[in-house]
């Protein structure tokens, strides 16, 4: 079946320096998706990408974050200069459709701790 | 504004059924309801879409009021298998995005 990968599965950086965050969506999806997930709380939305652009993002995506979809199959989440509270689980998701009523398939996930 | 769940945590016997409820104050496109066990991602279970319909995979299933914007998932004859966290991800109309419960933490024991 197809899967959402995700790399690295965990990252640790130091406070200040910028982290990238790779996906690969399943492979006809359209619609991609950064959630994340402090430790212990719920998974949060930070921002939905269409057609090489951002469709949605939430008060958290702030000027920090960014995303790309460098090549056909890469979808990446930067953060520029990251913070000791971006310290948590993000997962990527795809969807092959961007209506609410498509499921969206979560990757596995990578750890980012911020030193 | 994020949908509300309950019960916060349930605990069950082995072939025991569960409710769970989740409530949304705002009107709601569709409601999708994921599972995640410790260190893992959700993982999808499925959607319910406005017009009130029921699903059902295997002994999961859900059901959503579209007049009390309330969706539950029901857990019957639960298995060990069936321990996690229940997330409701709540849609409204004309977007994508996913907007998370806190989460509802199910424990089945032998």
């Known amino acids: 079946e197809p899967e959402v990968t995700q790399t690295p599965s965990h990252q640790v950086t130091q406070m200040g320096q910028e982290v990238i965050l790779r996906c690969v969506p399943i492979?006809?999806?359209?619609?991609f998706y950064w959630y994340r997930q402090i430790l212990g709380q719920k998974v949060e939305f930070l921002v939905s990408?269409?057609?090489?652009?951002?469709?949605?993002k939430s008060e958290i995506f702030d000027d920090q974050f960014s995303v790309e979809r460098p090549d056909g199959s890469n979808f990446t989440l930067k953060i520029r200069s990251t913070k000791l509270e971006d310290s948590a689980m993000y997962f990527c998701?795809?969807?092959?459709?961007?209506?609410?009523?498509?499921?969206?398939?979560f990757g596995d996930g990578t750890r980012l701790s911020i030193l | 504004q994020q949908p509300v769940q309950s019960p916060q945590a349930v605990i069950l016997r082995e072939g025991e059924d569960a409710v769970i409820n989740c409530s949304s104050s705002?009107?709601?496109?569709?409601v999708h309801w994921y599972r995640q066990k410790h260190g893992e991602a959700p993982v999808f279970l499925m959607i319910?879409?406005?017009?009130?319909e029921q699903k059902g995979h295997d002994k999961i299933s859900a059901s959503f009021n579209e007049k009390k914007q309330q969706s539950s998932l029901y857990l019957t004859a639960s298995q060990l298998s069936y321990s996690g966290t229940y997330f409701c991800?709540?849609?409204?109309?004309?977007?994508?995005?996913?907007?998370f419960g806190g989460g509802t933490r199910v424990l089945v024991k032998p």
């Open positions: 705002k009107a709601l496109y569709s």
């Open positions: 998701a795809s969807s092959d459709l961007g209506r609410g009523g498509q499921p969206q398939h």
């Open positions: 991800g709540t849609v409204k109309a004309a977007g994508n995005k996913l907007t």
């Open positions: 990408f269409y057609n090489n652009e951002i469709s949605e």
């Open positions: 319910l879409l406005k017009g009130g």
């Open positions: 492979s006809n999806h359209l619609y």
